[in-house]
């Protein structure tokens, strides 16, 4: 089980015969194109599929396309051509159509100042920084005392810290930044760390500190220490191919270096998983609980077996304490499926745990669609785990879009291969992500208030909301720039922003910057509406317009439209331009001005359209929502 | 593993990395003979037979290699090399 080696990616096993007729034709189907991509690919082969895609690119190339396209510059000390290959698959595993600029080795500074660079050209979206431990620290040192030591970490990394800031300095968009590899031999031997300018003690020092202000100047880290742990130094850096082509990372790593990198981009791009669908019988306990009863399944002390099932528990418990969804959906009767739950002493996980749980005979694509809609998830962003392959194999059929990860034999590495695949990269996690199991739960006890109200009015008037607003600040930013790099269907124009970028638009004192949170009689929804409008003369533009669908159908939408309004007129605008930007993901919203009462101003045959609304005509939306401005968030 | 099929197995690894499912190679041939055999698809020729066969390949060898015939002995040499006993 190493990273290298994608282990928890389906092998495919027609693989060879596929690859030749997508080499052969130009005109394969993108969808086939990302299916391929997401089996188990060597590094010749991710080459031979990238040769695949870039053949059918150009015939099939079209501004249209509805897949979203990148561009990413690797700007590195060493020779990192023979990585590409490797990002563009791992972007088309996301669905991503990839452009990629590879500096000259070494070259990156120069390319960062000129103006007519090729990179400025290029117009990066993403830059990955890669620089090389003798690049950076020369030579392991052993003379040098700790106050030497740390002063050349320090100055090294402050020189790591210029070069983002010269990068930001011309480019927005996502700045990452590569782990020091630890190619040092050591000088005196286990005793390493003790030594202060030992190759171990610099690269660590330097690393860590490299997290810090990559923490401070919000840029991603591709840290590459617990892969290379793992697998061994060996597996990722091969000094000979260092002293031949200055290749720092060995070609038989790329497929996994692209991987690892697409995380951090995918993360931004929010096309990290946000649900984990778990099967019961021998996924979370062992044996079947229909056969072997509560008494009969291995689960807990007693038994290694029972052991490393709740091991695979409480890391699948600590997953949803920092924000991934739990579901589960088994081939079961309901009774017995829930009894471990409710009843057996060693469950880590509990039915409040699982925000939705599905057990019955159907099939299980079926299901898992379901599990989706109840949730009001796309269901690209559910990963499904189950020990038995025929099932895995169904839904890998059924729903190419569900991630199953190919989880080998032994529970005892359930957990590992699910971390190994790291469908659920997050940027960052903020306190929304620790509350968001609580959220899901007692949205389905609104629902099950909402059953036992006949007349929908007299619902909303029983959940007592209250919608708090507040201009962008400091202390929501993390939570907003997540918001509107992940939200994908109720989002008018899916325009994604950085920090800086949102930074910048709060600096705009004419602009409107809504964060909205919802509170009711079941809790805090947290923050569930983003609004973004700028002016210009007396129009304000609804640049970005996003919501959380936990809050659909409870007149939110009229309730911000009327804030929206009030905050224009205060700001002197006379109008409202909005603009819906269709994509494959947010049809819910296509009439969502419309609703509003705007007018259409234009609509085009790629299904975008313009909205306006008058300011002076505009009658406030009655609502069961009471709207409290600037209250603390 | 006789020198023929290595033969075999070397013709096939080197048109996977080159992308040339019909390419034709004998023990003559040299990196020159075939198009898109660089010195970038070098290194993943090389790379992709050590990988292939649990090999080892020196950097004194690499650079001593003159055409697919040697390249196929090293490697046999190798494997004779990891044989128990």
Known sequence: MRLVDLYWLAPSADLKDRLRSMAASSCAAWVDLVQLANSRLDFVQTI????????????????????????????SSSTSDHLLPALRVAALRRNLELHTFAGDYGMYLQELQQDSSALFEFKPDVILFAFHAQHLLGSPNPSLNRADAASLVESTADKIRGTWRLARKRFSGQIIQQSVLPVFEPLIGLNERRLPGSGASLVDGLNLRIGQLADEENVDVLDLDRAMRGDGLAAWHDPVLWYRGKQELSPLAAPAYGELALRLIGAQQGRSAKCLVLDLDNTLWGGVIGDDGLEGIRLGQGSAVGEAFVGFQTYVRSLASRGVILAVCSKNDMENARAPFEKHPDMVLKMQDIACFVANWSDKASNIRQIAEQLNIGIDSLVFADDNPFERNIVRRELPMVAVPELPEDAAFYGRCLSDAGYFEALQVTTEDFERGGQYRANLERENLRTSHTDLAGYLRSLDMELR??????VGLQRIVQLINKTNQFNLTTRRYTERDV??????????TLQLRLVDQFGDNGIIGIVIGKPEGDTMVLDTWLMSCRV???????????????EAKRLGSARLLGEYLPTKKNNMVRDHYQKLGFQCLSSDAGGASRWSLDLA????????????????? | MSNATILSDVREIIADVLDQPDLKIDRTTTAEDVEGWDSFSHINIVVAMESHFGIKIHTSEIEELRNVGELVDIVEKKLEAKKPG
């Open chain 1, 48 to 75: 031979r599929l990238d040769k695949a895609l870039q053949k059918n690119l150009h015939s099939a190339s079209s501004d249209a396309a509805p897949w979203r396209k990148l561009k990413m510059a690797v700007l």
């Open chain 1, 503 to 512: 930074q910048s638009i709060m600096d705009n004192a004419g602009a409107v």
């Open chain 1, 469 to 474: 607003w507040q201009p962008f600040d400091a």
């Open chain 1, 552 to 566: 659909l159908g409870r007149q939110v939408e009229e309730a911000t439209i009327n804030l929206v309004v009030a």
């Open chain 1, 617 to 633: 005509q505009y009658e406030p939306f009655d609502t069961f929502i009471k709207t409290i401005g600037n209250a603390p968030l």
